[in-house]
């Protein structure tokens, strides 16, 4: 079954600079994903994998190359876009979950879920938070702050609230890393699951072998330096 | 290699580098320029008492006093009956009139002790004769002139048998005699007064019971020189509050040095998983913050002097100013900077590395003072030091009840409503009582302070003003030219010009051994009731000011004997702003004539339909009149009031920046020191204009938690100044008005502090991201 591709990544390339020196981190990549598609991206620390999920956020910018992501109505293209426009997309169109640090301190369960609705004036969609967070097994903690959950309640708030707009792209820059494998095939199931189900393209980058395998399709980026020159930046066990 | 890891990691982070530097800048500055102040306001003050008194600490008044009473005082003294006086010596000081001139004549004993105290010697030849005179008198006179001394204009000194020559005296004439007494405190309240220009005035001046025979008085400095005191007063007023910036300055110190050891943490952790000992790094930790400290105290001093001379420029307009950066204020600038930063950083370097455990011992401590302060304001002879200790106890016990107010707001914090967003900004106030608490207790002691000054200033205002309108009944004051002045007194009536004519006569009398001003005018009805009496005075009976009933001890129905007549006291009024204690006559009273030779007229004043008209007809007649009208006098009298307190307004000013600035580092430390979901924020696509508003709500959740606080302290410092502090320096109370505008008037200050720290965050770019690699 072949499905037009949501999101079209052509040639791309992104570079640090470095006091005098550049750092070439992303050289001519292409590579496409489907709608309800799952790509997982691995690769050595230092090789990208963050880089490449925060370009496609809007929250870099790209150096060459072009990016589009298939919107309901039009198609997003990232080299054109300004920096408003890149915020806004994120805000509307594209769910995140990291590592850790997921959750907004300062509100509860409930309202971290609900942010996104709240952000993009989509009271109806606030409902569905706490149904969302149910089926997640969370319906107890709705009205905690975030510092009393454990680590992989964290995590599962966290892919409920990327979930909650139905965006056409989810991110996810090694949810599981700071999980023990229980927790981290939990979250991993939901992650894959709801995103197949709801149609949505998920781009994960992990160091897990394992749960590397349960996407669609795979992506390995090398390192391009030698590896002195990298940062050793929260390896993953 | 750990400085130069040190060096490079300051370099990359500028603003906050440089922000350390002016936050604690500002600080010094606060503390340099409230010194400079009142240094010289106290200089100044300190020129009121000629050199050659300045060593007395007291003095003894008898009537009639002549060199018999002197002698058998001293016979008395060496006989080891009165132990309290370390030394005593008789004196002649009289104003009078030589060669045209209103010189002040004082005569002391040479011969024990020549004019030493800042004299300068010009004559070629020391004569006996000759006299010792202020800089104003240098070519005025044809006596023989032996030096310059350091007096106020007029005043002259000789030895006693010269001027008694001078006043044609008879040789056994004695004004009083000057006393030296013992005072174990003398010599640290001196030292205090250096470092703290102003604090001496705090203290009732001690009046130790002597027992002398009958007939004495014994009257303090303070008392003999009530103008002197009275600025004295002022200057402690302005002292204490100089005490709150140095206070909110020593907070914002304190604050620098945490957020400095903050951002240095993760460096020095690394470098001790290296292997670098912490006491190392304690070293070199103390030592940056120490070169800041420096930096900052120097710029400081610079910045502080700039300040003081443009404060006293507006206060005092028109008067030669010179401030000298001494070697105190120097000490004082730069050891509150480096000593806050050692003490206070080494002590967060120690927190850092390990928990303090909590104790109640702080609280119980709290507790004791607070009573202590409850007895001070109640008890008066503890002084304005009672006072300023009250306050100064308020303070700690509002600044300790910060991080368990903001522990409990967290609490309900999830009952806060509204744009979430918001919600954000406002729980992120309460969220972090560790990194928040010492800025915030400085905001809201900075906020407070304003409350209460405000209060103070708005009651005094009406009070104020309220006085005015009793004694501005008049339409034209005229005063100068006195044989022009004369001319009135004579007659009743200038029926074509004026409705009224009011003459009033004045002399300084003393009464219980205090010099007091005695006014005589004809106190019918009208006249009467300018000071709240509303019949015409009784031929026995007297008003006495506010401070004249309090220094006498008086109140209304009680007899007071004046100049030898017995007197009822009939009534009371306020006089704010008047140096000397006032006491009011009937000119159909005995004292008016047993006082006629010594009464000048002072002033005359005119009712009038047209005073415009009386004004051209009296210059035309009398050119060398001062004539004034009653609505510039109102005018003047507001403006030299509202002058008054621009010191104070600029000192709260300067508290709140202060405060401001210690705020806004404390949230970047928050935020360097705490996950607070900024980034994460960004991420979910929250724009700049949203982010704005979230630091808006910030300063405004940060804002509202000091306001909580000072707003009852604002209101009972407010009390306190009214009801404790003035009577106490002034001699005369207010009545505390809860005047809406002034406290919302402060609050808007402090709010808008709150949220300028909230919104200047232009460090953020500087703390790194977390989660986006
Ligand atoms: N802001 C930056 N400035 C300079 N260099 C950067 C910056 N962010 C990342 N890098 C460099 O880019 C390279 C790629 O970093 P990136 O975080 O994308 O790696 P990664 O694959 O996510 O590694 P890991 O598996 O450890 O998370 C690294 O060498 C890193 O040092
Ligand atoms: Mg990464």
Not at chain 1, 52 to 66: R, T, V, Y
Not at chain 2, 118 to 140: M, P, R, T, Y
Not at chain 2, 194 to 217: C, E, I, M, N, T
Not at chain 2, 614 to 631: D, G, I, T, Y
Request: aromatic letters at 8%; one cysteine or more; proline letters at 4%.
């Amino acid at each position: 079954m072949t499905r037009p591709s949501a999101l079209d990544v052509k040639n791309i390339s992104k570079h640090y600079q470095d006091g005098s020196r550049q750092i070439d981190v992303i050289r001519d990549l292409s590579f496409s994903v489907a709608a309800g598609e799952s790509l997982s991206v691995t690769g050595p620390s230092g090789s990208g994998k963050s880089t490449l999920l925060n370009l496609l956020a809007g929250l870099l910018e790209l150096d060459g190359g072009d990016m589009t992501l298939a919107l309901k109505d039009k198609t997003f293209s990232y080299r054109t876009a300004d920096e408003r426009s890149r915020t806004a997309l994120r805000r509307q169109h594209i769910g995140y979950v990291y590592q850790f640090f997921n959750l907004v301190p300062t509100l509860t369960v409930l309202e971290n879920v609900r942010l996104p609705a709240r952000l993009n004036q989509q009271r109806e969609l606030e409902r569905h938070a706490a149904t969302l967070l149910g089926e997640f097994g969370l319906s107890d903690r709705l009205h905690d702050f975030p510092e009393t959950l454990s680590g992989g309640e964290q995590q599962r708030v966290a892919v409920a609230r990327a979930l909650l707009l139905k965006p056409p792209l989810l991110l996810a820059d090694e949810p599981t890393g700071n999980l023990d494998a229980e927790n981290s095939n939990h979250v991993a199931d939901l992650l894959f699951s709801s995103c197949r189900e709801q149609n949505i393209s998920l781009v994960l980058a992990t160091h897990s072998t394992e749960v590397a395998g349960m996407a669609d399709t795979r992506l390995h980026l090398d390192t391009q330096l030698p590896l002195d020159t990298r940062s050793q930046d929260r390896q993953s066990p | 290699m750990i400085a130069l890891a040190l060096l490079r990691f300051l370099a990359r982070t500028p603003w906050s580098t440089a922000m350390a530097l002016i936050g604690m800048a500002l600080g010094v500055t606060s503390i340099v320029s409230v010194h400079l102040v009142s240094a010289s306001i106290s200089s100044r003050l300190d020129g009121l008492v000629p050199g050659a008194l300045s060593e007395y600490s007291h003095y003894l008044h008898r009537d009639k006093l002549d060199t018999a009473d002197y002698l058998a005082l001293r016979k008395q003294w060496r006989a080891g009956a009165l132990p309290a006086i370390t030394q005593l010596s008789p004196l002649v000081d009289e104003t009078t009139t030589l060669e045209g001139q209103s010189v002040r004549v004082l005569g002391a004993d040479l011969l024990a002790r020549p004019p030493s105290a800042g004299a300068k010697a010009i004559a070629e030849q020391f004569s006996w004769n000759g006299a010792w005179v202020d800089q104003s008198l240098k070519d005025q006179l044809s006596i023989p002139i032996n030096g310059i001394i350091e007096a106020p204009k007029g005043t002259l000194l000789a030895d006693i048998a010269t001027a008694h020559d001078l006043l044609g005296w008879r040789p056994n004439q004695l004004s009083y005699v000057g006393l030296v007494l013992s005072d174990a405190f003398a010599g640290s309240i001196e030292t205090a007064e250096k470092l703290l220009p102003g604090f001496g005035a705090g203290f009732p001046s001690a009046k130790p019971s002597l027992d002398l025979a009958p007939g004495w008085q014994l009257v303090s400095t303070a008392e003999q020189y009530p103008a002197r005191e009275f600025g004295k007063s002022i200057l402690f007023n302005i002292s204490a509050l100089g005490m709150l910036a140095l206070l909110v300055a020593w907070l914002l110190i304190y604050q620098v040095a945490v957020s400095w050891l903050r951002r240095l943490w993760p460096v020095f952790d690394r470098l001790h998983v290296l292997g670098v000992e912490w006491q190392q790094l304690r070293a070199y930790f103390l030592f940056s913050i120490g070169l800041i400290a420096t930096l900052a105290a120097a710029l400081g001093l610079v910045t502080g002097w700039w300040l003081a001379s443009w404060l006293l420029g507006m206060a005092v307009p028109g008067q030669e100013i010179n401030l000298n950066l001494d070697s105190w204020v120097i000490f004082k600038a730069v050891g509150s900077a480096v000593a806050v930063c050692l003490l206070g950083g080494a002590w967060a370097f120690h927190r850092s590395q390990q928990e303090v455990s909590h104790s109640s011992l702080p609280a119980i401590l709290t507790l004791l003072l607070l009573i202590a302060a409850t007895w001070c304001v109640f008890q008066p002879q503890t002084g304005l030091a009672g006072g300023f200790f009250a306050i100064a106890v308020l303070s700690l016990a509002a600044s300790q009840t910060i991080a368990p107010l903001l522990t409990r707001l967290k609490r309900w914090a999830s009952m806060i409503r509204g744009s979430y967003l918001l919600r954000v900004g406002v729980r992120e106030a309460l969220w972090h009582p560790a990194e928040l608490s010492v800025a915030l207790a400085g905001l809201s002691l900075a906020i407070a302070t304003a409350i209460g000054v405000a209060l103070m200033v708005d009651s005094f205002r009406v009070d104020f003003s309220q006085m005015l309108d009793h004694r501005l009944k008049y339409d034209l004051i005229a005063q100068g030219d006195k044989t022009a002045l004369k001319t009135f007194a004579n007659i009743n009536k200038t029926a074509t010009l004026a409705d009224r004519i009011q003459v009033y006569r004045n002399t300084d009398i003393r009464v219980n051994g205090l010099s007091m001003e005695l006014d005589i005018s004809r106190m019918d009805a009208f006249e009467s009731s300018r000071y709240g009496y509303s019949r015409s005075l009784a031929s026995n009976g007297i008003l006495l000011s506010e401070q004249a009933a309090r220094s006498l001890q008086l109140s209304v129905g009680d007899a007071l004997t004046v100049a030898g007549e017995k007197m009822t006291i009939s009534g009371m009024f306020s006089a704010f702003g008047d140096l000397k204690p006032k006491l009011i006559v009937n000119d159909r009273s005995p004292l008016a004539d047993a006082l006629a030779a010594q009464l000048q007229v002072d002033s005359v004043a005119f009712k009038s339909d047209r005073p415009e008209i009386l004004v051209a007809a009296l210059r035309k007649q009398f050119p060398a009149l001062e004539l004034r009208l009653q609505s510039d006098i109102r005018r003047v009298a507001l403006k030299t009031f509202d002058q008054t307190f621009a010191i104070t307004t600029v000192l709260i000013t300067i508290a709140l920046l202060v405060a401001a600035i210690s705020v806004y580092i404390a949230v970047t430390t928050m935020r360097l020191n705490r996950q607070t979901g900024r980034q994460l924020l960004n991420t979910l696509g929250v724009n700049r204009t949203e982010q704005l508003m979230m630091n808006i709500a910030l300063g405004t959740g940060l804002g509202l938690v000091a306001i909580i606080i000072a707003l009852p302290l604002g209101v009972m410092f407010g009390w306190i100044l009214c009801n404790v502090i003035n009577p106490r320096a002034f001699g005369w109370t207010i009545e505390l008005q809860l005047s809406a505008e002034a406290l919302l008037r402060s609050c808007t200050w402090g709010m808008l502090a709150a949220i300028a720290a909230g919104i200047l965050q232009g460090g953020d770019h500087e703390e790194g991201a977390f989660g986006g690699r």
